[in-house]
């Protein structure tokens, strides 16, 4: 395997991940992987492999992997929420959801204007979108998350979204600490 295949690809027990979405099987974990999986790569043409490829239609023949399909960086959710108004949806969610002490209010919008500046100077409104569509997927099924992990807790857009219930302005984390050069 060259180089570029292997930085694009993780070894893990019973198979290998590629960055693009697929797998490939050794010799040893072949046979329980055709009956649990989509199998289209080998690490090797072992003899078994050849015997197998007799048997099935060209289309389904196993083959050695050898590089990744280029990325596709084009974000893979409803037209409805690629494009939504990032900005006015925060801010809507925020005003819906404070409970808070009413004379933080100014405070808090300011917080979160500064933080969208930062998040449209890093290009991060499309990670925003995709986010927030994926969080009112799961809370439309009733789905639970984690409370909040690593510096992301700091991000008070990240807050007011559902990402986190850890209240950053409250705790005066710098969003910095998160969203940074």
């Known amino acids: 395997m060259d180089i570029a295949a292997h930085l694009c690809n993780t070894p893990i027990a019973d198979r290998t991940l590629w960055f693009d979405g697929d797998s490939t099987f050794s010799s040893k974990t072949l046979h329980a992987a055709v009956q ?3 199998v289209s790569y080998v690490d090797e043409i072992t003899a078994d492999v050849v015997e197998y490829n007799k048997h099935v239609p060209k289309s ?7 590089t990744c399909r280029p990325f596709n960086f084009d974000w893979d959710i409803p ?8 900005v006015q949806y925060i801010f809507d969610k925020h005003y819906a959801t404070f409970t808070g002490d009413p004379a933080e209010l100014d405070d808090r919008e300011r917080r979160l204007s500064e933080e969208l500046i930062k998040y449209q100077k890093y290009g991060f409104f ?14 439309t099924r009733n789905v639970v998350w984690g409370v909040g992990r690593g510096s992301s807790v700091s991000s008070y857009v990240l ?20 969203l940074h050069e």
């Open 79 to 86: 037209r409805d929420a690629k494009n939504l108004d990032v």
């Open 126 to 139: 499309d990670v925003l979108r995709t986010i927030i569509f994926i969080i009112n997927k799961l809370t």
């Open 60 to 66: 389904k023949a196993l083959s050695i992997k050898t």
């Open 36 to 38: 649990r999986f989509d």
């Open 159 to 178: 807050y007011v979204i559902g990402v986190h219930d850890v209240d950053s302005f409250a705790y005066d984390l710098d969003i910095d600490d998160f």
